[in-house]
């Protein structure tokens, strides 16, 4: 192992190279040093021309940084990602098909990297079936140079797959918090682990280059055994950057990485508006011990609910990053988790979602339509992609898709949406339930699409539906929304979760 300049690390990246980034969303464990020298040798030299970024989750803040520093004309020629959210100055040149771009499902990709760095042919998964990913419709394609073929349709044992190919790597950039004089990494004060050691591998048995940005040495054999993520037997190249963050927005939360817990009482309240409506009408779905997953948007306001609630110790809330129980993190910084119980690697996370582990998922909605199918991730001029959205909403026992019912005053309820990111026939025909919950009505997917049953009290049935770009059928059973959702104030969850029956236990332990 060496250790040299974030600038003669990006001098090692050819034309036409692959390169796989590690990380995930708002700078968590994302290489931010690497990337941005990559971006300047660029500026100064005109190289390397033509690379494909690979990345399994969007890195980025939303600007320039991440995955923004090589949003430059002529440096990439593709990019294959699960999000492309973090980073809209690189979704716009997709949208102006100045790159090849598909957005592919998350956890996919993440369980791609282990399929690579053992050999073997690639990743077949149901994930993504009758989405946007499906090579019926656009194979997950999201500009129009974007020909190639990297998923496709296969029958297993009589049994539709999708087949997601696998790729050569010829350098990864990666980051940890500590490397050891051998190259061994350490994560202790990384918000998330992700696939890091996957990626390494992977990326080795392409023959690729492995170099890891940290924040730190240490001396030959101090670090635990038990704390390296990333063996030096793996790792060519060591970048320290003293300044590293530990996200974007926090330079380091010792809630984030698991050093200590914070009170509840530190988790912040939400304010009374039609976010908190939503997030706590979700909440009104739990149930004693449900595993849950928050997803990145208005749902994350859950945690915030049930620590205000005192509640969060009833459940288990987790995230597609790899955190399992504690208060899952918004904004800018989803992915992390305060006060998280466990922090497992991504691609076992997501394993135990496609299993079906989730019993319940929350996720927002861009827009839904009258086949019950949502979009969240092409819509108008923005580029959003999947992230873990269709591995979760696909198998978790219990789906609810929670998002205003308007935006800017135009209907997020429309007769067809631009992009199908989740299947309403598909999950129909499955026999899974779904709600769309909004600030002033709750829909559930009927036999004909989304159906209404819940109305804000003082609204009519001809208010809801005139927001609408489709009229709903209503259930015979329609009833005002819980005036507490409305009102200031706990709303006494705590005591309504615990009398709620809670999951079935296993009839052996029952008899115990």
Same mark, same amino acid.
């Given at each position: 192992? %060496? ?42 030299? *005109? ?14 803040? *939303? ?8 949003? $430059? ?37 993440? $369980? ?20 946007? #990913? ?25 049994? +539709? ?49 492995? #170099? ?31 300044? $590293? ?23 912040? #309240?939400?304010?009374?508006?039609? %976010? ?9 779905? !739990? ?22 609630? *005192? ?8 995230? +597609?990053?790899?955190? #399992? ?18 922090? !497992? ?57 929670? *998002? ?7 209907? @997020? ?40 049953? +819940? ?22 059973? !329609? ?5 507490? !959702? ?7 969850? @705590? ?18």
């Amino acid at each position: 192992m %060496r250790r040299v300049s974030a600038a003669q690390a990006a001098s090692l990246v050819r034309d036409g190279d692959t390169l796989l980034i590690g990380g995930s969303g708002g700078g968590h464990a994302v290489p931010d040093a690497l990337l941005a020298a990559l971006g300047q040798r660029f500026r100064d030299e *005109g190289l390397p021309r033509g690379i494909t970024a690979l990345h399994p989750v969007g890195v980025g803040d *939303g600007g320039s940084r991440g995955l923004g520093h090589l949003a $430059q004309k002529g440096l990439l020629r593709r990019n294959i990602a699960g999000s492309f959210v973090n980073s809209p100055p690189v979704g716009r040149m997709a949208l102006n098909d100045e790159i090849e771009a598909w957005s592919l499902p998350q956890g996919a990709l993440s $369980q791609l990297m282990r399929e690579m760095a053992a050999g073997r042919m690639g990743l077949f998964t149901k994930t993504g079936l009758h989405t946007f #990913v499906d090579p019926r419709l656009q194979g997950g394609r999201q500009s129009a140079s974007a020909t190639e073929d990297l998923v496709t349709l296969e029958v297993v044992r009589g049994e +539709e797959m999708l087949f997601y190919k696998p790729y050569h790597i010829d350098i990864a950039f990666l980051r940890g918090t500590t490397a050891d004089e051998d190259g061994n990494v350490s994560m202790e004060q990384e918000a998330v682990t992700l696939e890091m050691l996957s990626e390494a591998q992977a990326t080795k048995r392409c023959g690729g280059i492995v #170099v890891v940005q940290v924040k730190r040495m240490a001396a030959r054999g101090t670090l635990h055994p038990k704390m390296v993520k990333i063996p030096g037997i793996l790792v060519d190249l060591v970048v320290v950057e003293p300044a $590293q963050e530990q996200t974007f927005l926090v330079p380091y939360s010792t809630a984030y990485s698991g050093e200590l817990r914070i009170p509840l009482d530190d988790i912040p #309240v939400l304010k009374q508006d039609s %976010r908190k409506v939503v997030a706590r009408r979700g909440a009104l779905e !739990l149930f004693p011990r449900a595993i849950c997953n928050l997803g990145s948007g208005i749902f994350t306001g859950i945690a915030n609910v049930a620590a205000e609630e *005192g509640c969060l110790d009833a459940i288990c809330l987790t995230n +597609e990053q790899g955190n #399992v129980g504690g208060a899952p993190a918004s904004g800018g910084d989803a992915g992390a988790a305060m006060n998280p119980d466990a922090q !497992l690697d991504q691609p076992y996370q997501f394993d135990f979602y496609d299993g079906g582990g989730l019993d319940l998922a929350f996720l927002s909605f861009a827009e839904f339509d009258a086949a019950g199918n949502v979009n969240v991730s092409r819509f108008g001029d923005k580029l959003i992609g999947p992230g873990g959205f269709i591995n979760i909403s696909q198998n978790a026992k219990r789906v609810v898709f929670g *998002g205003t019912l308007t935006a800017g005053g135009k209907p @997020k309820a429309v007769a067809q949406v631009e992009q199908i990111t989740f299947s309403g026939a598909y999950a129909r025909a499955r026999g899974q339930p779904v709600l769309y919950v909004t600030e002033c009505a709750v829909f559930r997917l009927g036999d004909a699409g989304p159906e209404l049953v +819940e109305i804000a009290p003082g609204l009519a049935v001809e208010d809801i539906a005139g927001r609408m770009g489709f009229r709903p059928s209503v259930a015979t059973d !329609l009833r005002a929304m819980d005036a507490r !959702l409305f009102a200031a104030g706990r709303m006494g969850l @705590k005591a309504e979760i615990a009398a709620k029956p809670g999951k079935q236990v296993n009839p052996r332990l029952a008899a115990l």
